[in-house]
């Protein structure tokens, strides 16, 4: 076995043979190949927008160059090592030659035409995935904040924010150009769909706009790819790219639901009136509720038009949220009607603004 084990160390061509054979084992168990992604791990998912298949076809175009030139470099550097290794015997150095104009010439400007070609496709490429159409079919206004996003379809009166793994669904209609508008309230974010192949940072001050056309119906996932605080892994948000018929379907639904009159409170139920007149605080810091019996915060956001809404979330006995929903908007009073809650002392705070809170206490 020592002899086995020696015999393989002394031998450059095992060792090099073993290590190609180890390399391609790890590869092999990285990933598993598909049809869209024949070696995987070294290409993107498949495009699920126009503009992502000219970024994913640029890619290809750049590690097939790249894959050519490794190939080329490592083969000759193999070839080297064993055409001219050290023999047995050998007591001279082979013909040395010093220089090779014809190959210096070769090496200098075969890069130099690659990175012109390269640059060249890369800058019809940017064009093509930073191109506005003038009348785009949907606009969408991003605003990203710590840690959350909100999707203002403006033209239309609808609004969404959210938290949690999947955070506020953007809908838009499948072979049709949506328009983003980017805006942040504090610290730089990054808006990322990995399945678009596109990140682009949300800057303050700055409005960044870019557009999208999703190519067939499904949902994909959405985080911020820029560190922004404590809470950045909390940034997730959701696209669903449906049919233009069942968008337009989706639409009327949710301007109906937004245009219908709220329920008023149930009869003799006890009534907290709370409001917010800006993103620091509420302006009432403590609340008082019945124990064991149901009740409902009637919420005004007096926030002036065009303002962040708000809304009203309690921190349950079992430290779980109790969700406000809707969200208020510049303007609106919504009731939130509340479970029936044991006697203690309870946090609230707006979902939006979660530096917004107070203390409820029901006894």
């Known amino acids: 076995m020592f002899r ?88 001279e150095l082979p013909k040395q030659t010093h220089g090779y104009f014809p190959l210096e ?127 950045h892994h909390q940034m997730f948000f959701t696209i669903k790219a449906v049919s233009p018929t069942d968008y337009q379907a989706w639409v009327k639904s949710e301007q109906a639901k937004a245009q219908a009159t709220q329920a008023p409170p149930p009869s003799g139920a006890t009534v907290i009136q709370l409001s917010a007149s800006n993103t620091t605080a509420f302006d009432e810091s403590t609340l008082t509720a019945p124990a064991n019996k149901p009740f409902v915060i009637a919420f005004t956001n007096k926030e002036a038009t065009g303002g962040p809404p708000h809304d009203v979330v309690i921190v349950g006995p079992d430290n779980k949220s109790i969700t406000g929903m809707p969200l208020a908007q510049p303007g609106q009073t919504v009731n939130y009607s509340e479970p029936a809650l044991p006697a203690g002392t309870y946090k609230f705070f707006c979902i939006v603004h979660p530096n917004m809170t107070g203390t409820l206490t029901v006894k």
């Open 4 to 91: 086995a084990l020696r015999s393989f160390a002394r031998s450059p061509r095992i060792r090099l043979a073993a290590l190609i054979g180890f390399s391609l084992l790890v590869i092999a168990g990285c990933a598993q190949a598909t049809n869209d992604n024949p070696i995987p791990g070294f290409f993107p998912p498949p495009a699920a927008t126009v503009q992502g298949e000219d970024t994913s076809g640029l890619y290809d175009l750049v590690f097939w160059i790249v894959a050519v030139i490794f190939v080329l470099v490592e083969g000759l550097i193999i070839y080297s090592v064993f055409r001219y290794r050290r023999k047995k015997g050998d007591q």
């Open 105 to 231: 010439v070769a090496w200098t400007v075969i890069p130099i035409v690659l990175v012109l070609f390269v640059w060249v496709v890369a800058l019809q490429v940017q064009d093509k995935v930073l191109a506005e159409s003038p009348d785009p079919a949907v606009t969408v206004d991003v605003t990203g904040f710590q840690w959350q996003w909100t999707f203002d379809y403006k033209s239309l009166g609808l609004s969404y924010t959210g938290a949690g793994a999947d955070g506020p669904t953007m809908v838009v209609p499948v072979g049709e150009p949506v328009h983003i508008n980017e805006h942040s309230n504090d610290v730089i974010h990054s808006f990322y769909i990995r399945d678009f192949l596109f990140k682009r940072d949300v800057v303050p001050g700055r409005v960044n706009s870019f557009e999208f056309t999703v190519k067939e119906p499904g949902t994909y996932s959405g985080q911020c790819a820029e560190f922004c605080g404590l809470g």
